[in-house]
């Protein structure tokens, strides 16, 4: 794969900036940096946990194993952007979401609890830009939802916003009427940190942002 990326300010080509994800909310957060990717490569790795693996340290290694691979893959000047998101409760990490019943589990454990969402970041330049800097930032959140019943979990699941989504929910969708407390960064929990995207790429050379 090759990639070129825009002209910056002083004439000089800029490298590609490519997303290492399918997901549409973290280009829409890119977006509200102002930033668009010139490509959207997901990359496919086994997201399996490893024994006893813990929250923090599962995060950090997706997030590194998906630029990696997609950054190796990249010939021409590109910054790869990767981001991995977990739910937590205790040391427990809970499932994406694949299925509608998996989705009930999650809803079930986290109903009137709190718990924690991690989501992990990279930045890794392919080889063709050896100027580029690896360098990452795992956010740490912490949800609490309200107890809710049987009736409502159905509701929410009947709403499909559970699909794909780890824990079984979407801060921007319907379960938002449900969560009675957040500590930290909401952007996070939807699937990207806005300020340490920001301040990741603000830490490459040239003129990635303001």
């Not at 940096?33 to 946990?49: K, M, N, Q, S, Y």
């Not at 449900?178 to 996070?188: K, L, N, Q, T, V």
């Amino acid at each position: 794969m090759t990639a070129s990326g825009p002209t910056g300010t002083e004439g000089a080509i800029r490298p590609a900036f490519v997303l290492a994800s399918a997901s549409p909310r973290r280009l829409d957060l890119l977006a509200q940096l102002g930033v668009t990717p010139e490509r959207v490569f997901p990359a496919d790795i086994d997201e399996t946990p490893a024994r006893d693996e813990q929250p923090r340290p599962y995060v950090r290694r997706m997030a590194a194993e998906k630029a990696q691979k997609i950054a190796s893959q990249i010939t021409e000047p590109a910054l790869v952007l990767s981001a991995d998101t977990v739910v937590a409760l205790g040391h427990r990490i809970l499932p994406k979401a694949e299925t509608i019943e998996t989705a009930r589990a999650c809803l079930r454990k986290l109903s009137g609890r709190r718990h924690t969402v991690f989501t992990a970041i990279r930045c890794v330049p392919s080889v063709g830009w050896p100027e580029g800097r690896i360098s990452e930032r795992v956010v740490e959140s912490t949800v609490t939802f309200s107890r809710m019943t049987e009736q409502q979990i159905e509701a929410l699941l009947a709403t499909g916003d559970w699909q794909g989504k780890a824990g079984g929910y979407a801060l921007q969708g319907h379960a938002a009427g449900f969560i009675r407390f957040i500590s930290g960064s909401p952007s996070a929990v939807i699937g990207l940190p806005l300020f340490e995207t920001a301040q990741l790429l603000r830490g490459q050379p040239g003129n990635w942002l303001p």
